[in-house]
């Protein structure tokens, strides 16, 4: 149904910071402060999601947010080109102290909370597997891959598969994915048609 997307008209209306060509945002995903949101050329944003993040968040190009993905926080959220966030995930930029020492949740006084803030940043090509949660800091590298149901609370090397709670390194990523990269950039330059020349 092409009516599921917002339309060009729409998307200008919501007020986002920037949006690239052919951005497709669903509906009834939920975007907080669409003044401090970026997103880049061939983004997708599915159903039920929700993104706010005080400090802003920038999305990259080619990027797919899931199905019920949340971004939330008070600091920046960066999701780099070709990346994927999927069905369920939930990225912190802040995130309460649970251990009793401190008041919780944002309808205390900060002076009483003992929240943990720190930018987020998933990096090019990397992806985050369903159901997963990134913490407050964290840095997802390029090219990293996150099992589902995993709990990051550290950051992940660019080309490493890390999966568990708490997350831990099981494996590396092939690089394929980046040689079809270049591939397809340089049938882009070529121009249409030059895929099967």
């Not at 209306?13 to 907080?32: F, K, N, P, Q, W």
């Not at 999305?59 to 920046?76: F, K």
Request: with cysteine.
């Amino acid at each position: 149904m092409t009516h599921d997307f917002l339309d060009e008209d729409e998307l200008r209306d919501l007020g986002l910071a920037s949006v690239g060509t052919d951005v497709r945002i669903s509906r009834h995903a939920l975007i907080l402060s669409p003044e401090r949101t970026a997103i880049g050329d061939h983004s997708r944003i599915d159903a039920f999601c929700v993104i706010s993040a005080g400090d802003g968040v920038s999305i990259g190009r080619n990027v797919h947010v899931s199905a019920y993905a949340a971004l939330l926080g008070r600091r920046a959220i960066e999701i780099g080109d070709f990346a994927t966030v999927s069905v369920r995930c939930s990225i912190f930029a802040s995130s309460d102290d649970f251990s009793g020492a401190t008041m919780i949740n944002p309808t205390v006084p900060d002076r009483y909370r003992g929240s943990v803030d720190g930018p987020v940043v998933i990096g090019a090509h990397a992806v985050v597997g369903a159901g997963s949660i990134v913490l407050p800091g964290v840095t997802v590298g390029e090219s990293a891959a996150v099992g589902a149901l995993s709990l990051v609370k550290a950051d992940v090397a660019p080309y490493a598969i890390v999966a568990g709670v708490p997350a831990r390194v099981i494996g590396q990523r092939l690089r394929g994915h980046r040689v079809l990269l270049q591939r397809w950039l340089a049938e882009e330059a070529d121009g249409p048609g030059s895929a099967g020349s």
